[in-house]
């Protein structure tokens, strides 16, 4: 069974202190590994997709990274105005695609 | 960039009801069209998926007969939820995928539907 699971369920940060958050799947014949910031009350934003194992992306102070088994979302230096909750979703094969229950993140100031 | 248009951003309504919610791609023609409920704290849940001009694919569990979704055209979907009940309420979240880009979806800003 497809699974996608993010780590952890919430993460609270002081401003400047940096982090990662996790992404950890279990599909066959992945498509596109793809992140998401959620505002409260508002639809996914798109963030990054990536597609193949060493592939990264950077925006801003977002950095997503993946390997055959994980993804990670390095945030370096992070501020206020980057508290969401942050999605990960998978596209495998044959299937549509398959999200995560997020990582809350807190940035204090 | 691409936008996606939900409406309304909120509904309350009376047990029994039916909800109209729509979904429009404002500036690119939307080939699939995805709706999803979300509960709070947790993930996204796929509903179904629509292509325009044909029937919609639901997901597993999800009852077509309660949630009628329409994709008549390449930039607007609805769903409609009919006889509303308090089990119903949630967020509900479209999504657009852009004609000749496989992978980006698109997401409206979601209705939040409370079902007195």
């Known amino acids: 069974e497809d699974q996608v699971t993010q780590s952890p369920e919430a993460l609270r940060l002081q401003e400047g202190e940096s982090s990662s958050l996790n992404c950890s799947y279990t599909?066959?014949?992945?498509?596109?590994l793809f992140w998401y910031r959620q505002d409260p009350g508002k639809g996914p934003e798109f963030l990054f997709t990536?597609?193949?194992a060493g592939e990264e992306k950077e925006k801003e102070r977002l950095k997503a990274t993946l390997t055959k088994k994980e993804s990670f979302l390095h945030i370096t230096a992070p501020k206020p105005e980057d508290s969401a909750t942050y999605l990960c979703?998978?596209?495998?094969?044959?299937?549509?695609?398959?999200f995560g229950k997020g990582t809350r993140l807190h940035i204090l100031p | 960039g691409a936008v996606v248009s939900q409406h309304p951003s909120w509904v309350i309504c009376k047990s029994g009801t039916s909800v109209k919610i729509e979904c429009r791609s404002l500036?690119?023609?939307?080939?699939?069209m995805f709706w999803y409920r979300q509960f709070p704290k947790q993930s996204l849940m796929l509903m179904a998926t629509?292509?325009?001009?044909?029937?919609?694919?639901?997901e597993q569990g999800v009852e077509k007969d309660k949630f009628l979704i329409n994709h008549a055209s390449l930039t607007l979907s609805t769903l409609t939820v009919t006889s509303a009940h308090p089990e119903d309420s949630s967020f509900y979240i479209c999504?657009?995928?852009?004609?000749?880009?496989?992978?980006?979806?698109?997401f409206g800003s979601g209705t939040q539907l409370s079902v007195l």
């Open positions: 999504s657009a995928r852009k004609r000749g880009n496989n992978e980006k979806l698109f």
């Open positions: 500036d690119f023609q939307a080939t699939t």
């Open positions: 979703a998978v596209q495998a094969g044959g299937s549509g695609i398959i």
């Open positions: 990536l597609y193949s």
């Open positions: 599909v066959s014949g992945l498509r596109g």
């Open positions: 629509s292509n325009e001009g044909s029937k919609a694919t639901y």
